[in-house]
């Protein structure tokens, strides 16, 4: 038997109301999410997830793929155009290997590659330990500045001369300042190596014109879609045309076998809608309503590691405001807002519960929200933190917060209405308090 529809299954449909309930009456923080448009959320839900196509436009090794192959060309070039790629891969699934199919392609085992450390604000696929990256190559690493909580270019040239990696990799999940690309490449030339830019974080602000573009500069760059860049989980590889059959060639057959087409489309529609002038308004909204909560929480006597942020994130050192970080993310649980603890640079204290909060601003600001409601929200953190064992005042802040997010809906709230059919065009411009949702 197949269900007729999703509400037939009780026991998934429940739980995903729960979870739509959750996102709607939630405070969304977590620096990696954001909501994607209804848009993207039919293409992933469409009829493309019963194909296979393993292969690339026109050299397939399966039948009955002419539209896919119109699909994945589409992505292709809106890709392109976004980021003035010369060579674009859509086919990974997620950024970790994306980022493996960089490594296979480029390098062997054992090979050495110069990253960000990653209590430092690295990714786990930049040489952690237990991940394949730092099971697999030798990782040497840079760090930031103790006193500046920035990443030192001199200091890079200098570990780069010494250890002479054969690639050199700029990239970061929890680090609030802009990266000097140039500079980056400017020190692989002098040794050879190959630049690699992770952009897996900022690739919406860099697609909004807010921050400079690694790809005109560096040899490879990869992406996840799902994060500011506000489309369906995956990833896509960006390269010179010199890389390009290694880069094809490393994905498939190297690491996946068929692509997703159903996430390729929705590439494909989230890519058009950031090449759209509002998406610029929404990417420079993010970086205002990101500056407007650090300095609301600097001014709470809250610690930002660099003193501020020049992109959607930021971390805060909670050393001062006696709990760490695993404390804190689950305080802030209590009251509808989601965080992410995090390590900080140089941190006294072990992983699982380091020093830092990862606080970020793409998500909130999708539903719409502006610096008032920032500032508001600094507020609320405070507040909880300071009365952490007043489960009294947690739940008058936990009320607040959800009042707050009502006011700012989701579009999956339409979608639960009319039991996951298509929201009419009425509902649908009732969304439009934001970005166009
Ligand atoms: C999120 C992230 C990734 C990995 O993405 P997944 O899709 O979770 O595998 C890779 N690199 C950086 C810098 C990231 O922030």
Redesign the pocket.
């Known amino acids: 038997m197949q269900f007729k529809k999703l509400s037939e299954d009780k026991e998934i449909y429940n739980a995903l109301q729960k979870e739509i309930k959750r996102q709607s009456e939630g405070m969304e923080l977590i620096a990696?999410e954001n909501y994607v448009s209804h848009a993207v959320l039919e293409a992933l839900g469409s009829e493309l997830t019963n194909k296979y196509s393993e292969g690339y436009p026109g050299k397939r090794y399966y039948g009955g793929n002419k539209f896919v192959d119109d699909i994945e060309t589409l992505a292709i070039e809106r890709a392109k155009q976004l980021f003035s790629a010369e060579h674009v891969n859509v086919q990974p699934l997620?950024?970790?290997p994306a980022?493996a199919a960089v490594y296979f392609a480029t390098l062997k085992p054992g090979d050495k590659v110069l990253g960000l450390k990653l209590d430092h604000g690295g990714?786990l696929?930049h040489g952690h330990p237990v991940n394949f990256s730092g099971l697999l190559y030798n990782f040497v690493q840079y760090t930031v500045d103790k006193n500046t909580g920035k990443i030192n270019m001199d200091e890079v040239r200098e570990i780069a001369l010494h250890e002479k990696p054969k690639m050199i990799l700029a990239?970061?999940?929890a680090y609030s300042r802009n990266l000097e690309w140039q500079k980056f490449q400017d020190i692989a030339d002098e040794i050879g190596a190959i630049t690699f830019a992770?952009i897996?974080?900022i690739a919406g602000l860099i697609a909004g014109k807010q921050i400079d573009n690694p790809v005109p500069i560096f040899d490879i760059v990869t992406t996840?879609t799902h994060?500011t860049l506000r489309g369906p989980?995956g990833?896509i590889i960006m390269c010179k045309q010199k890389f390009a059959e290694a880069i094809d060639r490393s994905v498939f057959p190297g690491m996946q076998g068929g692509p997703h087409d159903n996430n390729t489309a929705a590439k494909a529609v989230a890519f058009a809608e950031a090449l759209q002038p509002d998406f610029t308004e929404y990417s420079r909204q993010v970086i205002t309503n990101a500056k407007a909560l650090a300095d609301e929480l600097m001014k709470l006597n809250f610690t930002i590691i660099s003193g501020g942020t020049d992109n959607h994130l930021m971390v805060v050192d909670l050393t001062n405001k006696g709990l760490n970080g695993r404390q804190a993310e689950t305080l802030l649980d209590k009251v509808n807002i989601s965080t992410s603890r995090s390590t900080i640079p140089f941190d006294q204290l072990p992983p699982y519960k380091p020093s830092g909060l990862r606080l970020g601003s793409p998500a909130v600001t999708t539903r719409g929200m502006k610096e008032t409601e920032m500032k508001q929200i600094a507020k609320w953190i405070a507040a909880a933190v300071d009365s952490r064992d007043d489960e009294e005042k947690l739940a008058q802040i936990r009320e607040e917060v959800k009042q707050t997010c009502l006011r700012f809906p989701i579009p999956s709230v339409i979608s639960e209405k009319n039991g996951f059919a298509n929201p009419s065009d009425d509902e649908l411009n009732k969304l439009n308090n934001g970005f166009g949702l």
């Open positions: 990696s997620s950024g970790s980022n990714h696929s990239g970061f999940s992770d897996a974080h996840t994060k989980r990833a």
